[in-house]
């Protein structure tokens, strides 16, 4: 697992050991970064579920300005810190040992906002349309922020029917499962007086 572009490029990335974790594969990642590279240049990323760090890491190589990585492992809590030093990147990160949950509550407190979003929990774990809600409950994302969600390819992705209404999908890599999620402009309420 490599970076693919960047002040990075070609740098080896750590992963972690076992089955806890699944790294994104280098093809998926490759549509990721085609679908949104125009939109990373000077950007705050959020990496919730980040695992080995490696999808932060590719958008802090390809120019954005900061990057948040959460998870709750404490190995992949090294592994992130290790590649972000190995990539000379470190700096521009924070790296956070928590559960996506508590973070997001902690982050909407703290005013944290965000313009791309990585989503990637375990497949089998029914994390992703929660997180989504928690992502949108939370009001970390920028007007133009784009989440990133990554889902098993042969599992039906069940939206809670409420997500519809917080976010537009963009785009769905068959393929992949890759969703691409903006936020649904909200209506505009019309003056009673017009």
């Known amino acids: 697992?490599?970076?693919?572009?960047?002040?990075?490029?070609?740098?080896?990335?750590?992963?972690?050991?076992?089955?806890?974790?699944?790294?994104?594969?280098?093809?998926?990642?490759?549509?990721?970064?085609?679908?949104?590279?125009?939109?990373?240049?000077?950007?705050?990323?959020?990496?919730?579920?980040?695992?080995?760090?490696?999808?932060?890491?590719?958008?802090?190589?390809?120019?954005?300005?900061?990057?948040?990585?959460?998870?709750?492992?404490?190995?992949?809590?090294?592994?992130?810190?290790?590649?972000?030093?190995?990539?000379?990147?470190?700096?521009?990160?924070?790296?956070?040992?928590?559960?996506?949950?508590?973070?997001?509550?902690?982050?909407?407190?703290?005013?944290?906002?965000?313009d791309i979003v990585f989503l990637d929990p375990p497949y089998a774990s029914g994390l992703l349309a929660p997180a989504l809600k928690l992502l949108y409950e939370a009001n970390v994302l920028s007007d133009t922020a784009i989440v990133c969600a990554e889902w098993e390819k042969d599992s039906l992705f069940e939206e809670e029917p409420s997500l519809s209404s917080l976010y537009d999908v963009s785009k769905v890599y068959k393929s992949g499962r890759i969703y691409f999620y903006k936020l649904t402009p909200k209506s505009k309420e019309t003056d009673p007086e017009d």
């Open 1 to 114: 697992m490599n970076i693919i572009t960047g002040t990075a490029r070609g740098t080896k990335l750590a992963t972690l050991e076992g089955e806890a974790t699944r790294p994104t594969l280098q093809r998926a990642k490759e549509v990721i970064f085609s679908a949104i590279q125009f939109d990373i240049e000077g950007r705050r990323v959020l990496d919730l579920f980040a695992g080995s760090g490696q999808l932060g890491l590719e958008a802090l190589s390809r120019g954005a300005e900061h990057c948040v990585f959460v998870d709750r492992s404490p190995e992949a809590f090294g592994i992130i810190k290790s590649n972000a030093q190995k990539t000379h990147l470190y700096k521009n990160c924070r790296i956070v040992n928590t559960d996506h949950a508590e973070y997001l509550r902690t982050a909407k407190r703290s005013g944290a906002v965000f």
